[in-house]
């Protein structure tokens, strides 16, 4: 039977749930994406912000958030995309940072740093060995939102989630 209707925080405890397709060990809201959810006569609006304006990923979550809130019974939901404020790697937790480390991926080193093009301003940690000693091999890694290094003490490659 399907719910007549929804709280705020039971939609947000089912979006919550919902994977970056990219970074399959962390979720929408770990990563700071999942805004919010607006409840009115005309259905569910999610406020969604993307990491990287042009990331590929973005319309995966949308068609996951959909399908999430369908299963659920709710058919007259949408995705607002929100990108006042821009999001910023300062909504990552450091647990989400952690998984990201663990996963295999240096998580952002600091917030404000949109000198990434200058590599050499930032000391980026190799997530296998913690080595500072790494260099930048391509500013564009397995994806757009991330920026492939090398590690001169173990010799592993690894990405870089670059911190805007
Ligand atoms: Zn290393």
Redesign the pocket.
């Known amino acids: 039977m399907v719910k007549e209707s929804y709280l705020r925080e039971e939609i947000l405890a089912l979006l919550s749930e919902i994977k970056d397709p990219e970074i399959p060990v962390v979720t929408i809201e770990e990563m700071g994406m999942l805004r919010d959810v607006i409840l009115s006569d005309k259905g569910c609006e999610i406020l969604l912000t993307p990491t990287y304006t042009a990331c590929p990923a973005m319309g995966i979550i949308e068609q996951d958030i959909l399908s999430t809130l369908k299963e659920a019974g709710i058919d007259n939901a949408k995705v607002t995309m929100v990108f006042a404020p821009a999001w910023t790697t300062d909504w990552m937790s450091e647990t989400t940072k952690e998984k990201l480390i663990r996963f295999g991926i240096a998580a952002p080193v600091h917030s404000s740093c949109s000198n990434w093009l200058s590599p050499k301003n930032v000391e980026v940690k190799?997530p296998?060995?913690?080595?500072t000693d790494?260099k930048l091999i391509s500013q564009f890694g397995s994806t757009a939102c991330k920026a492939l290094y090398s590690?001169n003490?173990?010799?592993?490659p690894f990405d870089y989630f670059k911190c805007h």
Do not use: G, P
Not at 128 to 131: A, D, G, L, P, Q
Not at 153 to 156: F, L
């Open positions: 190799c296998k060995c913690e080595s790494t590690c003490h173990c010799h592993e």
